[in-house]
Structures are given as C-alpha cells and as structure tokens.
C-alpha cells in the first residue's frame, strides 16, 4: 500500500477531517475520516485537491474505493470541496468505483449521491455503493 | 438501569442560552449538536440523535454566522419523546433579516421534491462556492425536518420539527 498524498483540516489546534489517496497495486482507496465544519475548508484541502489533480493522472488505476464510513458529518459549507475530491477521481482515474457508506445515515444515503453527481449517467454507470453498519 | 419499559419513549428536554453571542469565540455549534447527539444516544437510535445533532450545528452555525445583533442572545431548546422531536433555534434579528429568512422558508416549504431543490441549488452554486440556504435545504431534504420561521418579540424563531413514527 503506497500513499500518494493526503489532506487535513485543523480546528482549534486538532485535527478534525483527513482524507488519505492510497494506492494498493492497480486499486486506488481514497478514506475520508472525521467532520468538515469549518466555515472554508478549502483553506486547509486546497493542497490536497492540486496534488491529487497532479498525482492521479500518474497512476496506472483499474478501480477504486471511496470509503465515508468514518466521516461522521459534513455541514453545507463542506459540500463543495466533498464534490471537488470526487470529481478529481472521477475525471483523472477510469475504472468503477466503490463507494463505502453508513447503511442508515441520512447525509451518507441522502446527500452524499447528490455530491457524487450520481444524476450524470457515465458517473451513475461506474459507481456501486457498499453500505455497511455504523460503526 | 430498568430493564422495563421502551427507552425510544423517553421524554427528554434541555434548553440552552448563550448571551452575548459576541462573547462566542470556538465551535459552539459542533459542541452543542455533539452533546446533544451523546446525550439522545442514552434513548435513541443512531439516525434519531444524527438529526438533532445535523440540526443543531446548521442552524447555530447559521446564527453564528449570520445574526447581526451580537449583543443578543442565542436560544436552544431541544424536546424529544415517543411522538416527535422539536428543535427550537432562536436570535434576535430585525424585521428585515427576518423576513428574508422567512422568503427562503417559503421556497423551501413550497418544494415539491425537496431533494431535487437541493441537488439543483447545490449544482448551480457549486461555479462561485456560493452558500445562503443550502443548510435548510438539507434539514428538509436530507433529515425530513419541517421547518418553520417565526418573528417573536424581536427574535427569529427557526422550529425544526421531526415526527418520530417508525422510530420509537
């Protein structure tokens, strides 16, 4: 398993999110952990969307795992960047694409497909959802 | 602990003020939707304190951000049992500002599919990054909240209102 980068948003001295690009043989694993509510999150993920814009497009990919599991919340002033990480994937990487989630959790089941753009049939038609039990 | 009795009928109610909201300098919102979330654990399923807890931090983040009157106070109060969960968020705020929350109330109430408003705000916003309204949107679309604005003796009232059929 080889990292390729990650981000991290700090509040109050804590880290409080990291997504972490790994790349395990032809399988790349973006894990997104923690809570974005901080008013710019682009203040602290803006490195990490310019290095996976210069990383992905290296990688010789054949699928990959989006895995929400761990991200507990994300308020509205985090959709953006959530949609901007994705789309990076979706555009830089081909292959399906797994995308992990809580089974009964409103924001992961409701408006996490709505930031994945699930409504754009070529995204539609590589993406599959894991649900899984909260953790 | 007793053993009797279903614990998804517990009543449960906390009421919290904060005042001046100017005194605010950390996450007021993350901690009050946490606590809040820790503290319905006791009772209620996962899905059921996720809600309050979504709530809670978009509507006082929404006051934190927002609320002009700095000198005001800031309201929250929390009721839950066996029939619903009733979240109350409350600043003083003008006539004016609270006419424009309650035009934004009235699009979002009037939605025919709440989600599609929601996907469709989001994809159009997305070019400038711009926000305004996408946190109510949620409560309706994402939480099944309804949601009500009223103006009470100078303070905004936003009522979130959740019916626990099904649940408890």
New interface residues.
């Given amino acids: 398993m080889k990292v390729l980068t990650y981000g991290e948003i700090m509040?109050?001295g804590l880290s409080v999110f990291h997504s972490v690009a790994k790349l395990d043989d032809h399988h790349l694993i973006l894990t997104f952990e923690g809570?974005i509510?901080v008013?710019n999150p682009?203040r602290y993920l803006h490195t990490y969307l310019e290095e996976l814009a210069k990383v992905l497009p290296r990688q010789s990919v054949t699928e990959t795992t989006m895995d929400f599991v761990k991200m507990r919340?994300c308020?509205?002033?985090g959709?953006?960047v959530i949609?901007d990480i994705v789309d990076a994937v979706y555009n830089l990487v081909p292959g399906r694409v797994t995308v992990r989630r809580i089974a009964?959790?409103?924001?992961q089941c409701?408006?996490l497909p709505?930031?994945l753009?699930l409504?754009e049939e070529h995204i539609a038609a590589r993406t599959n959802f894991e649900d899984v039990k909260?953790p | 602990m007793s053993a009797g009795g279903n614990r998804t009928q517990t009543a449960v109610g906390a009421s919290i003020s904060i005042a001046p909201l100017d005194h605010v300098a950390?996450?007021v919102?993350?901690l009050l939707g946490n606590f809040l979330f820790d503290l319905l654990g006791m009772f209620y399923?996962?899905?059921i304190c996720?809600?309050a807890?979504?709530v809670v931090?978009?509507l006082v983040?929404n006051v934190m951000?927002h609320c002009s009157i700095r000198d005001g106070a800031l309201r929250v109060d929390l009721k839950i049992d066996g029939d619903e969960l009733m979240i109350t968020v409350a600043n003083p705020a003008s006539e004016d500002e609270f006419k424009a929350v309650r035009d934004r109330f009235t699009i979002i109430a009037n939605a025919e599919d709440p989600?599609k408003l929601?996907?469709d705000t989001?994809?159009r916003r997305?070019i400038d990054?711009a926000?305004g309204g996408?946190?109510l949107m949620?409560l309706t679309?994402?939480?099944?909240f309804k949601l009500t604005a009223e103006y009470e003796q100078g303070f905004l009232v936003v009522k979130a209102l959740f019916p626990m059929r099904g649940f408890a």
């Fill in positions: 509040d109050g809570v509510r008013d682009y919340f308020n509205s002033n959709f953006y949609m009964d959790d409103d924001w409701e408006t709505i930031l753009n409504s909260a | 950390g996450d919102a993350g399923p996962r899905q996720s809600k807890n979504v931090i978009e983040t951000e989600r929601l996907a989001v994809y997305r990054k926000k996408l946190g949620r679309a994402e939480s099944k």
